[in-house]
């Protein structure tokens, strides 16, 4: 492939004799130096300049393909851009890379800036600022010398493949960037063709469209009639051929329109002459009146087909662009190589846990930071719907009392998520298993610390969110036994001021569900309130809910403990493993305030606001909880039976038709399975 910028016809000549004899290598840099200034050796400058480079180079796979950084002050201040080619994997990226600022310094010696273009990468620094800049004011173009025969139609071609790409590229891609293909029919003379698009991702999206509509059209003379061609800019390029260049699958498949398809004839009416007869007028009016209503309906038909489109593009579009600027700004993307290095292979020495929806491994990253990774299960059904889920919540929020995304992969249809790695185990096994024991100090820090991290996602946060699934296996401990809620697969976002929606698919775990969501699908902040009472009543008693046995017939721990309370036997509830070593002011307080969360209707539940400041406070007069829902009777006719009379979620066991409920009664989530 041969490559030019500005050549003089004599020059062109020479460069083309030395094409025929030494051909280009694979691979070869090109670079444009920069007319800003340079730099003198040991200065301020180059000391930055080394700075800059190896952390581009090193950080750049880490950081999704793509990173620009700065170095120091003005005016030894440094810009710095890196990005690789978006099917590239990690380590092909940082080869790229390192061979790029190997060559910086040789091919631009102590130019202030430049811009070296590879195949596969793109490296750019400069004492002048360009980010968010397009810049197309020098670009290299790129040609094959073979010919096509027919050169205008397989322009065309090309023409529409990379316009179609282009759009994907802009509107589709979190990373502006799009592979396309143009399939044969077996009625043309052309092969497959193959294109590629991508911009920095530091442009916004009408950005991207500018930079590349400006390298594409018009089209460069030297590219007319070539199989193969490409123009580098330093802000977006593109490149087309008849063989494939990239790796994996193609982004958009186009199919070559026939030459000279056979067009079918436009169906015209038959002229019927009408009789010539008294009635003729009559009948001549009759058409008028129909024709001019079918245009009417017709023109009204056109204008809610339109007004329902443009909707239907708007939504989409205003969705597509939430999801991707979260997904931009966090460069959580990480490359199976490294997460297979970090875990010996998913090597079953390396399994922390396992689960409805995947495994968990530890591994550790190169840098010694200690990760959990979570392999979702191909059959669990739950799949890209949790990731999404995971990488749109948890990557915009950040409290000590959630665990931290690090970031995702999705590579050889592998689906992982990388958290933080949490020291010691969930909840469950603390105050579920005899072999841990918690004292009254680390519980009581457990309840506050988990009710500030709901507090943090129902109001603090830039969204509201609904966790769905607060249970005792979703908390982690870390070291100093505090609290992070984690497994966000299930949560629901409310927008703007909303804080209430329906759902026609329950999902979650028996035991945890307020009675409104597990019967008629209503979700709520509340929803998050009911199930943190049931999760502070079990961790004072050290019994599960959905799994509660007592001798005297009360069949679940809310019944037990709104006995209890009503009895004026409220220590009867303490787990027997803390003996007497725990404030009994902390202990009734706390089962007040799970009682209050549990309470069947919505509205008398507690806010989270409300419930942290019961919390803190020691001097705070608590309101009197009413009886809690799904609330046995001792006597009961039925096992699963609820107790009759007593409110508008009891009575018998009833499901909404319009409802599809799933309950897991062994703790492990349930979601929704979606067809692909």
């Excluded at 036994?481 to 698919?505: E, V, W, Y």
Aim: hydrophobic share 35%; charged share 20%; aromatic share 10%.
């Amino acid at each position: 492939m041969v490559s030019f910028r500005h050549v003089s016809f004599p020059l062109f000549l020479c460069l083309l004799f030395h094409i025929f004899l030494s051909p280009p290598t694979a691979g070869q840099p090109f670079q444009n130096c920069g007319t800003t200034g340079s730099y003198t050796v040991n200065s301020t400058y180059e000391s930055n300049l080394n700075l800059l480079l190896p952390s581009l180079a090193s950080n750049t796979s880490l950081s999704g393909g793509f990173l620009n950084a700065t170095v120091g002050q003005i005016p030894n201040k440094i810009y710095g851009l890196a990005m690789c080619r978006g099917d590239t994997n990690a380590s092909v990226c940082r080869s790229c890379l390192s061979d790029a600022i190997q060559d910086a310094p040789r091919l631009c010696p102590y130019d202030k800036g430049a811009t070296i273009f590879y195949n596969d990468c793109l490296l750019r620094y400069s004492n002048q600022r360009f980010f968010s800049t397009v810049d197309t004011s020098q670009s290299w173009i790129e040609w094959d010398l073979n010919n096509v025969t027919d050169r205008s139609r397989f322009d065309k071609l090309v023409d529409e493949l990379m316009s179609a790409i282009t759009d994907w590229a802009v509107y589709n891609s979190t990373r502006l960037f799009a592979t396309g293909e143009m399939m044969n029919s077996t009625k043309t003379p052309f092969p497959e063709i193959y294109g590629l698009v991508q911009c920095t991702q530091d442009l916004s999206r009408s950005q991207c469209q500018q930079c590349l509509q400006s390298i594409l059209e018009p089209r460069p003379t030297q590219l007319e009639g070539r199989q193969e061609g490409a123009v580098l800019a330093a802000s977006c390029n593109f490149r087309y051929g008849t063989s494939k260049f990239f790796d994996g699958p193609s982004t958009v498949r186009l199919e070559q329109p026939q030459e000279n398809a056979a067009v079918p004839a436009p169906v015209v009416p038959p002229i019927i002459n009408p009789p010539k007869e008294q009635g003729h007028e009559k009948n001549a009016a009759r058409t008028r009146i129909i024709i001019f209503s079918l245009v009417i309906v017709t023109l009204m038909l056109a204008c809610f087909v339109c007004i329902c489109l443009r909707r239907r593009k708007a939504m989409k579009k205003r969705h597509r662009e939430e999801i991707n600027n979260i997904t931009r700004k966090s460069s959580l993307l990480f490359d199976l190589p490294t997460i297979k290095e970090a875990t010996n292979n998913f090597s079953s020495a390396n399994k922390v846990g396992e689960g409805g929806f995947g495994t968990v491994y530890k591994g550790t990253l190169s840098d010694g930071e200690e990760i959990a990774v979570k392999r979702l299960s191909k059959i669990s059904g739950q799949g890209l719907e949790q990731l999404r889920n995971e990488v749109a919540f948890i990557a915009q929020l950040h409290h000590k009392n959630l665990v931290r995304l690090l970031g995702y992969c999705l590579e050889e249809q592998e689906q992982l998520l990388v958290y933080e790695y949490i020291q010691n185990k969930s909840l469950d096994t603390f105050i579920f298993a005899k072999s841990e024991q918690l004292n009254w100090e680390q519980r009581h820090n457990i309840i506050r610390g988990i009710a500030r991290g709901l507090l943090y996602l129902h109001q603090d946060s830039r969204v509201r969110i609904v966790h769905r699934d607060l249970k005792a296996s979703n908390i982690l401990l870390d070291a100093s036994m505090n609290p992070k809620i984690s497994d966000f697969g299930l949560a629901r976002l409310f927008g703007g001021d909303h804080t209430q929606s329906k759902t026609t698919r329950v999902v979650g775990t028996f035991g945890y569900m307020a009675p409104e969501y597990a019967i008629h699908g209503s979700i709520s902040l509340k929803l998050d309130v009911f199930s943190f009472g049931v999760l502070a009543l079990e961790i004072v008693s050290g019994r599960r809910n959905n799994s509660f046995y007592d001798p005297g017939n009360v069949m679940n721990l809310l019944s037990y403990a709104w006995q209890c309370w009503t009895n004026g036997t409220v220590l009867k509830l303490v787990d027997p493993s803390m003996g007497e070593h725990y404030s009994s002011h902390e202990i009734v307080k706390c089962i007040n305030i799970g009682l209050l969360c549990v309470q069947e209707n919505p509205s008398d539940r507690p806010n989270m606001l409300s419930v942290v400041l019961m919390l803190n406070r020691y001097k705070m007069k608590l309101q009197t909880p009413s009886a809690p829902a799904f609330l046995y009777a001792n006597a009961m006719t039925e096992s699963y039976g609820f107790v009759e009379d007593a409110g508008p979620y009891r009575g018998k066991h009833e499901q909404s038709t319009s409802t599809s409920t799933l309950f897991s009664t062994n703790e492990v989530s349930i979601t929704e399975l979606d067809p692909r």
